[in-house]
């Protein structure tokens, strides 16, 4: 079956610091991936997504990159804050019997950013 | 900003109790979810439904049924709770999917169910 996976349970840094989050996905046939965020006590919530004919995908201080080769993700924060810390999953999108785009979720990697 | 609303923000209840997790959405969203999360497994779809009355079997759905009545609401049911369905429970919703948009959840703040 698929799977979505992360490389480091819990990434630590320095505030300014650039933080670089790893998620490995192993269908060769997803085609959209999600970066969510999730506070403490919060729901997820989303930061940027790519389609899979993309490589780079630029936010507001946030990039997603893309590498279908070996089915790698990777979200970069840039000038990281103490607001940033959270824990980050990615998601793959699959297509259901629906036509319907079901996401599947990674395990999560916990960004702890000290000032 | 698309509100997802649960009831709940944290429920106690006893082994074999019937229990109802309420969600409702304020954004005329087509496809509703419920997902639950425990630590280290991340987050496993339990059921969801792309419109009234409709509902569709996720990856999790054993011990669990759901209702949609309603566009907006979107309930799940434990008919006997166990113990080992203590666990976070977050509802999403979304636009509906066609062709190969993409598709953006949006979440709830999630319902910390304990099961005695």
């Known amino acids: 079956g698929e799977s979505v996976g992360l490389h480091l349970p819990t990434l630590s840094v320095q505030e300014g610091d650039n933080s670089i989050i790893n998620c490995a996905y192993s269908?060769?046939?997803?085609?959209?991936f999600i970066w969510y965020k999730q506070e403490s006590g919060k729901g997820p919530q989303f930061i940027i997504d790519?389609?899979?004919?993309?490589d780079k995908r630029q936010g507001q201080r946030v990039t997603v990159l893309l590498n279908k080769t070996v089915k790698h993700l990777s979200l970069q924060i840039a000038a990281t804050q103490p607001g940033d810390s959270a824990v980050y999953f990615c998601?793959?999108?699959?297509?259901?019997?629906?036509?319907?785009?079901?996401?599947?979720f990674g395990t999560g990697t916990r960004l702890l950013v000290s000032p | 900003d698309v509100k997802v609303t649960q009831s709940s923000r944290y429920l106690v209840k006893r082994t074999g109790e019937k229990v109802f997790l309420e969600c409702v959405q304020d954004m005329d969203h087509e496809n509703m979810f419920w997902y639950r999360q425990d630590p280290g497994l991340g987050l496993r779809l339990i059921y969801f439904?792309?419109?009234?009355?409709?509902?569709e079997k996720g990856d999790i759905p054993e011990g669990y049924s759901v209702s949609r009545e309603k566009k907006e609401r979107f309930s799940l049911i434990l008919e006997s709770a166990s113990t080992n369905q203590t666990s976070m429970y977050l509802c999403?919703?979304?636009?509906?999917?066609?062709?190969?948009?993409?598709?953006?959840?949006?979440f709830g703040s999630g319902t910390q169910l304990s099961v005695l």
């Open positions: 999403a919703s979304s636009l509906r999917v066609f062709s190969l948009k993409s598709e953006k959840l949006f």
């Open positions: 790519i389609r899979s004919n993309m």
């Open positions: 998601a793959e999108a699959l297509l259901g019997n629906t036509g319907f785009q079901k996401l599947v």
């Open positions: 439904s792309y419109d009234v009355k409709m509902k």
């Open positions: 269908n060769s046939a997803s085609d959209y």
